[in-house]
C-alpha cells in the first residue's frame, strides 16, 4: 500500500493527544486498536477513525485496514516528546502534594502550550526537587500552611 504524506504546519493539541495514547497504548499493550483509542479518549470510533486518516497522512502512523495501526519512526519521535513533556509536568506538580485528579487535570492544560524553553527550566527544577527533598517537604508545608 503506498502511502502519500502531506508536511504537517504544526502537531495540534487533538493530534497530540491521540499521538500520546497511542503511544502509550503500544507500549502497554504492544498494539493500538482504534475501539482502544477511542475508550482512552472518550470520543467516538468515528472521530478516531477521521483523525487516524489525518494522522497517516502528515506521516506520524501507518493504518491498514483490518491490520491495525503502528507509529511511524517521525510518529514514534513526536510522542516521546509528548510522554515526556507529560511526565516533568505530573513529577514537578507532584512535588507540590497536589492530588492526582488536578494533577491531571493541569497538565491536560499545559503540556499543549509550555515552550521549549520552559519545558527546560521544569525539567531542571523538577530533577533538583528529585534530589532535595528537605526543600521539598518545607514547600509543602508552607503550602498547607497557606491554604484558606
Known sequence: MMH?????????SACEDY???IH?????????????I?????????????MIQRLDAEG????????????????RNVAKK??????????LLRHFGIDEETIYQDVEGMEHHISG?????FTLLTEELDRNAPLVANLRKRLKNGKK
Not at 477511542?38 to 477521521?50: D, K
Not at 509528548?82 to 513529577?91: D, F, G, K, S
Not at 524553553?117 to 527550566?121: G, I, P, S
Open 38 to 50: 477511542a475508550s482512552a479518549l472518550g470520543v467516538s470510533q468515528a472521530s478516531v477513525s477521521a
Open 4 to 12: 502519500f504524506v502531506t508536511t504537517p504546519t504544526t502537531v495540534t
Open 117 to 121: 524553553k520552559t519545558l527546560h527550566a
Open 82 to 91: 509528548i510522554t515526556h513533556r507529560h511526565e516533568i509536568l505530573t513529577r
Open 19 to 21: 499521538l500520546e495514547k
Open 24 to 36: 502509550h497504548l503500544i507500549e502497554s499493550k504492544g498494539y493500538a486498536r482504534a475501539v482502544d
Open 60 to 75: 506520524y502512523v501507518v493504518y491498514e485496514k483490518y491490520r491495525g495501526l503502528t507509529l511511524t519512526e517521525h510518529g
